[in-house]
Nanobody, 120 residues
Framework: QVQLVESGGGLVQAGGSLRLSCAAS????????MGWYRQPPGQQRELVAL???????NYAVSAKGRFTSTRNNAKNTVVLQKNSLKPEDTAVYSC??????????????WGRGTQVTASS
């Protein structure tokens, strides 16, 4: 099973930037998809960005043009660069991975999350 560790969260003023990183470790057979979700206070978890194995990336409408996610397949890492942050971007951001198991099948893995607060 894959372990995911996020870093880079914190407090930033609106309009500022933050860079989140996530590193996957453990018994990794193959990782298909890597990406990010977030959960704003009092709301449900929502997609931010997903990068598939072939490199195609899907972004939430709220993230397009401001956030960029990239992955390094050799290092099993994924980064989320967030620019022009808004107070509504305040949330717990979690790394997400779909991995292929050696025994067959796919498994979803989640990081513990990192708090991002954009103050007005």
């Amino acid at each position: 099973q894959v372990q995911l560790v996020e870093s880079g969260g914190g407090l930033v003023q609106a309009g500022g930037s933050l860079r989140l990183s996530c590193a996957a470790s453990g018994s990794i057979f193959s990782i298909y998809t890597m990406g990010w979700y977030r959960q704003p206070p009092g709301q449900q978890r929502e997609l931010v960005a997903l990068i598939r194995g072939g490199g195609s990336t899907n972004y939430a409408v709220s993230a397009k043009g401001r956030f960029t996610s990239t992955r390094n397949n050799a290092k099993n890492t994924v980064v989320l660069q967030k620019n022009s942050l808004k107070p509504e971007d305040t949330a717990v951001y979690s790394c997400y991975v779909i991995e292929a198991m050696r025994s067959g099948g796919l498994q979803n893995d989640w990081g513990r999350g990192t708090q991002v607060t954009a103050s007005s």
